[in-house]
């Protein structure tokens, strides 16, 4: 039995106020706040086991390594991957992005290859591409989405030539809520002889991402997106990919061998993993998927989805409030408008009674021109949310219609 409360308990910072009334956080999809478990953990291995991992000898490195190490285990099983050795620390999907991008592109892409987008990509999935395009020449190619924000997948299919060699697609859109049908779109990449990489940044908070029933040869995510700490990412990739990419970044951890004349590169994952990691992190990480799992993804994505579709029909009955797509699949984000209010004076006065979204272009600019405007309100949500905070945004957006 999912309880609410109980849930919320975890989460001191929901108990604060802000400008004297009770917070009601609806920012997840920026980031999530973190259960006690996690920053216990945080605390404790700082306190009582830090050391650097991997080189030392002694105790207190030794123990920091098995953390660091049977986290990279954790993140595997909650993935479905198929060896650890598949598993990079990143510092979130950001990076994971770029990795593939400066590597992958290294190794796979020339002059006139082609990668295909969608008009829904975070701007770290696109930035990523253009930099590659100056360097290497390589083509960028748009999937288009239809008015109620669905990948338009005939349009998708038509992008396709013999130079296609790489699809990125986000598993779930943080502005439209569109639960993109990944595992279809990579087998049309695969039947075209193209590899597919999946942006989980939205989906691995909500439902169960499983790379093998996904079939994509890599997946991104953050850590602070799914209640776990900043500054820790994952980046899977297919083995068979990742042994034959170029390493991204040169330091200590990624060698086998040094000289002056000549470098050989540790083995996978290492070969990636350039500099002393976030190993505090990576074991804050694994404490936080433990929490998820032993909620529940599926007890999580029901109360979620209630909880979206309450807010969905509490916000459509607000006058002049345009919802920005209408998928039938769908995650727990809401972007939207008011006729007549900028998103950031509705932002900023619904912060005034407590109540935190967000507001502008979300990272999705391209999106935005699809979208016609330059910006949008977005609530999202997290496990710890509730139909009253639902309530109280729509509530307090019509305190705030009623000041214009
Ligand atoms: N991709 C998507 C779909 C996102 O929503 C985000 C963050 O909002 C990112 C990528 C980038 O994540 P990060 O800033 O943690 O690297």
Known sequence: MYDIDTVRG???????????RPLVYLDNAATTQKPRPVVEAIEREYYSVNANVHRGVHYLSQQATELHEAARERVRAFIGARSAAEVIFTRGTTESLNLVAASFGEAFLHEGDEIILTVMEHHSDIVPWQLLRERRGVRLRVVPMTDDGTLDLDAYERLFTPRTRLVCCTHVSNVLGTVNPVRRMAGMAHAHGARFLVDAAQSAPHQRVDVERLGCDFLTFSGHKVYGPTGIGVLYGREELLDRMPP???GGEMIARVTFEHTTYERLPYKFEAGTPDYVGSHALAVALDYVEALGLDAIAAHEAALTRHALERLRAVPGLRVYGSAPERGPVIAFNVEGIHPLDLGTLLDRLGIAIRTGHHCAQPLMGRCGVEGMARAS??????????DALAE?????????
């Open 10 to 20: 975890d989460f001191p910072i929901l108990s604060r106020e802000v400008y004297g």
């Open 248 to 250: 991204y970044q040169g």
């Open 396 to 404: 307090g957006i019509e305190r705030v219609r009623r000041m214009f």
């Open 381 to 390: 949500f997290a496990l710890y949310n509730t139909e009253a905070e639902a």
